[in-house]
């Protein structure tokens, strides 16, 4: 294995969005709306909120669109906030990443699928946990095996899954006879927190901020990433938004309040038997292809700091016959099997990694703007620069400060989480000094 090896440039606009719409697109959507109705009163408070974080995550998606056609180099956010600002910040990015941020979905989405295969034929916990080990040791293999391989199953299981979902959202339409009577019902909320619902609501809509991490495998990044980021952000909330209202119309909000599996229990009063066998197969095949756009994608980030001296230099390895980052890939899946082994549940792995990916959309941004003032020009441009991500920046602050008022226990525990790579910064500055 050596570092003369490089990885190929073999990715088109439609495998750029498939990858896109495989990460976004996992399983929050059929579990989240169910949560977010205990906070707000109507579908139509319900509405604005789906709405606003779809505007959120488009803005997010220009952003990132103008940031990976300015830097198309392998790493994505790593690479934007290192030119930035330096490589402390960028390590604390990488370090984040790696402990908690993009390993624990690689946990917790296997495990949300063997949960859904259960349903269908029931299994122990200990069964439950080897199988989603054992997927998270296929997907790695995938991905370590080349890129083409990682691709091809992204391409199948996003068509699959959008698929799924535009038959789910027909299917309601024709068998739903009477939509206003539940999209009308209210109830009393059960918890008052907004930045918590918000949270959630903009948890199903992540994903935007992977895709600039395999920028220098792509063929024409300058070209195919932003077209293929604003294509998948607009599809996926139009996917959402019709999820959500066949969701309301279908149950009265305080049924669906509080319910772990509102796409589950729609799909059981709309067609019995046959809902609860598809149902959890979409959703299975949608978990999987984001945690396989996750294996991707992350390794990437820890491949560009060891080649910048920043981390373990085996990580900027590629393997000379499959171009493939195999030692970060290994890493990656390696701690994700480490966490799913100590957590062993879905809530557990979850936790509140939003916030910290928030705190780094802020910094991305702020790029932005330092870019945007040494030169104007660049392959793509945010529209309504400034006012677009300034708003969008005022929106990351405001969701950032109110966590940390709502919950600041969780808030200091993610601050010190990302304080602990701190001391090894230093200690890879000083190893390569």
Not at 6 to 35: K, Q
Not at 329 to 356: K, M, Q
Not at 412 to 431: D, E, I, V
Request: aromatic share 12%.
């Amino acid at each position: 294995m050596t570092r003369s090896a490089e990885l190929r440039r073999e990715l088109g606009f439609w495998d750029v969005l498939a990858f896109m719409l495989g990460i976004t697109i996992g399983a929050a959507i059929f579990a989240v709306p169910g949560r977010v109705a205990s906070f707000f009163p109507s579908f139509t408070m319900i509405g604005l909120v789906w709405v606003a974080a779809a505007l959120f995550a488009l803005t997010g998606s220009l952003i990132y669109a103008e940031l990976g056609a300015r830097l198309p180099h392998t790493g994505g956010e790593y690479v934007y906030i290192h030119r930035a600002f330096g490589p402390l910040p960028a390590f604390l990015y990488g370090w984040s990443q790696l402990l908690v941020v993009r390993t624990n979905p690689v946990a917790a989405l296997p495990l949300v699928c063997v949960e859904y295969a259960s349903s269908l034929y029931p299994m122990s916990e200990n069964a439950r946990l080897g199988l989603a080990a054992f997927l998270i040791v296929l997907l790695g293999t995938a991905n370590y095996l080349g890129l083409r391989p990682g691709k091809t199953v992204q391409a199948v299981t996003s068509i699959l899954k959008v698929g799924g979902l535009v038959v789910f959202v027909v299917a309601a339409v024709v068998t739903l006879r009477e939509w206003s009577p539940n999209l009308a019902s209210t109830h009393t909320p059960s918890q008052p927190n907004w930045p918590s619902a918000l949270l959630l609501v903009i948890f199903a809509y992540v994903g935007w901020d992977r895709v600039g991490y395999l920028a220098g495998e792509m063929r024409r990044p300058e070209r195919d990433l932003p077209r293929a980021v604003a294509a998948g952000a607009v599809l996926s909330a139009l996917l959402y938004l019709a999820m959500n209202v066949c969701y309301y119309a279908a149950l009265p909000i305080a049924t669906l309040s509080g319910s772990r599996t509102p796409a589950g229990d729609v799909a059981r009063l709309l067609w019995g038997t046959a809902g609860q066998v598809l149902l959890p197969l979409l959703v299975m095949v949608s978990a999987l292809g984001s945690t396989n756009a996750n294996i991707m994608a992350s390794p990437r980030v820890y491949y560009s700091m060891a080649r910048d001296g920043l981390f373990f230099s085996a990580l900027g390895r590629v393997h000379p016959r499959f171009q493939s980052p195999h030692v970060a890939i290994l890493l990656h899946c390696g701690w994700a099997l480490v966490l799913l082994a100590a957590s062993r549940t879905v809530e557990t792995l979850v936790g509140s990694f939003v916030f910290v990916a928030l705190i780094f959309y802020g910094t991305s941004t702020l790029a932005l703007f330092r870019f945007r003032r040494q030169t104007a020009s660049a392959p793509f441009l945010v529209p309504g620069y400034p006012w677009a991500p300034g708003l969008y920046l005022a929106a990351v602050v405001v969701l950032i400060g109110a966590t940390c008022w709502f919950s600041p226990r969780s808030a200091a525990a993610n601050l010190a989480l990302m304080a602990t790579g701190l001391p090894f910064y230093y200690f890879w500055r000083k190893h390569k000094s």
